[in-house]
């Protein structure tokens, strides 16, 4: 079971300085309005440049580590899905590993059911097609914590209904998994939530606690309705 | 395919310090004089500064994640071309080590006007734009100090050189550039790994623990010293170092930091060839090699800028 401190991780004028403690094999949602930090806390969380303040996972530092030894830390999945080169898909997995092990790509490919993708250049393939690829190379060194930037965008629903029990899969096995994501309709399939704005948590519930609650209605601006969603009401908001 | 690359380079080095064979047999004496003092260098400095191209080349592509990136391109050429008048007209240098030195400095501020003006992350127009600038105004500033300069036939005197001309130098004038560019070579095939794991973005690579601005810098420098050294001693060379790594990414599936081999390889092929190619050409004075390289370089130029708006529109 993944344990994962971070003490005043923080990214210069994106994300203010963040505590965050979560143990245990979990999924974790990220939400918040756009702009309002999920991809800083991830991005913070990864180690990217400029990034501050210290992460632990395991109680083990990972700043200033190996690359060996990060990657069966962590790995980070960005939210952009562009890829300059023509790397073959297979290959794009093997660089989620130190060094090729084919029975772990064969294995991936067949999970993630990338056979008669695999050997084409991945800038070839769709915006879809190259999330799946890119989400096994995040799992391919079975990193304890993993960071996925919005990993349901773009993808088919049999896809995301797959790429959410995958993960679900990981968590009961352990691993830590956040998930940044905008659709709110996946929230039921998280064991917790953060909702993130103005570069800070604001709030850290049960993803159903979370929605039922005032805070959450203001900082979106929408409201529970029909079982579904409307805008709020601006004048309920100005007469706070 | 890779040893095939080898073999071939290995063949055609040979054959470029051997052929042709008829002046070496007439006289021994003449003939080692002849080899070691006129063959030897010229192979030399044809081999690494093929070399050189090709491995920055290829860095330079796998940074800044565009396969237009290359030392000409990017303005470094032009830059250490600057340097190199600079320290040998102005400044009076002519210790072939100093003069390396002074096109390494000028290939560095080149390239690091470029990621001032572009970025890391700079789109293709952006990129070709600013580097087009820097070497305008790079080869604009070399017309100046060459005019100005102190020596009234410093046009003259560099003038083949400018073009990019392999004949005639020492064996100390190619070991000058020759050992700094083979370091230089030496750090940034260090960094291959890191450059595949940079296609995947930079927070990839930064969240398994590499740097990519640091990292950034450091190529850049050791770029500047492999071309910049070569520059120095032979002239602004031009499209191997765009060409080199186009070819050599075919060999290795895509990945832009292992290219840096066989860009090396194939590099050393493409000048050697070229080299070859002036020699054998029967005219009643030496053609310069950048003149050949740009002329076959051209059109591969021009095939990538239309691969590339097909790729952008399809």
């Known amino acids: 079971m993944t344990a994962l401190l971070a003490k005043e991780v923080a990214l210069p004028g994106r994300l203010s300085p963040t505590d965050l403690r979560i143990e245990g ?74 060094r090729g092990d084919a029975q772990r790509i064969a294995e991936l490919i067949e999970l993630f059911e990338l056979g008669a993708l695999a050997d084409r250049p991945i800038n070839r393939l769709s915006t879809g097609e190259r999330t799946r690829v890119l989400v096994a190379r995040a799992m391919a060194a079975r990193p304890r914590l993993l960071l996925l930037d919005e990993p349901f965008a773009n993808l088919e629903p049999y896809w995301v209904l797959r790429v959410g029990a995958i993960l679900r899969v990981l968590a009961d096995g352990g691993t830590l998994v956040l998930v940044a994501l905008h659709d709110l309709g996946q929230l039921d399939r998280f064991d917790r939530a953060l909702l993130i704005a103005d570069g800070a948590v604001q709030m850290d519930e049960a993803p159903a606690d979370l929605v039922a609650s005032e805070r959450f209605e203001e900082i979106f601006r929408i409201t529970s309705a029909q079982g579904g969603w409307a805008i709020k009401p601006a004048d309920r908001r100005s007469s706070r | 395919m890779r040893y095939l690359i080898l073999f071939l380079m290995i063949g055609l080095a040979a054959l470029h310090l051997l052929w042709p064979l008829a002046p070496l047999r007439i006289d021994p004496d003449l003939g080692r004089t002849l080899f070691v003092e006129l063959r030897l260098p010229r192979t030399l400095i044809v081999i690494g500064y093929g070399a050189a191209l090709g491995i920055s080349g290829a860095a330079l592509q796998a940074l800044f994640a565009n396969p237009l990136a290359s030392p000409d391109i990017s303005g470094a050429s032009s830059g250490a071309a600057l340097g190199a008048v600079l320290g040998g007209y102005w400044l009076g240098f002519s210790q072939p080590l100093a003069l390396a030195a002074c096109g390494a400095v000028g290939a560095g501020a080149a390239m690091l006007l470029l990621l001032m003006l572009a970025g890391r992350r700079a789109d ?55 050992v700094p ?19 995947l973005g930079e927070d990839v690579a930064a969240s398994l623990g590499h740097q990519p601005r640091r990292m950034a810098r450091e190529i850049v420098g050791l770029s500047a010293v492999a071309v910049g050294a070569f520059v120095a001693v032979a002239g602004a060379i031009g499209f191997v170092g765009l060409v080199a790594p186009v070819l050599a990414r075919r060999v290795t599936r895509g990945h832009p930091g292992r290219a840096m081999v066989p860009a090396a390889l194939i590099g050393a092929i493409l000048l050697t060839l070229a080299d070859l190619a002036v020699r054998a050409i029967p005219l009643d004075r030496p053609l310069p090699i950048g003149v050949l390289t740009a002329l076959f370089g051209t059109p591969l130029f021009l095939y990538l800028i239309v691969n590339m708006r097909r790729s952008v529109t399809s």
């Open chain 1, 25 to 98: 094999g979990k999924l974790v949602a990220l939400v918040g309005p756009n702009g309002g930090g999920k991809t800083s806390l991830l991005r913070a969380l990864a180690g990217v440049e400029d990034a501050t303040g210290e992460v632990r996972i395991d109680g083990e530092k990972a700043g200033g580590r190996s690359e060996a030894r990060r990657r069966r830390m962590l790995a980070f999945l960005p939210a952009s899905r562009d890829l300059g080169w023509p790397i073959a898909a297979r290959d794009v997995i093997a660089l989620g590993l130190g």
């Open chain 2, 124 to 178: 293709s127009a952006t990129l070709l734009l600013a580097g087009l600038a820097i070497s305008l105004a790079a080869g604009a500033a070399t017309s100046l100090a060459l005019a100005l300069a102190p020596s009234p036939f410093a046009f003259y005197d560099a003038f083949e050189w400018l073009m990019g001309s392999v004949v005639d130098r020492s064996l100390g004038q190619a070991l000058a550039a020759l």
């Open chain 2, 181 to 199: 560019a083979s370091i230089a070579c030496a750090f940034l095939l260090r960094r291959a790994h890191a450059l595949d794991l940079i296609a």
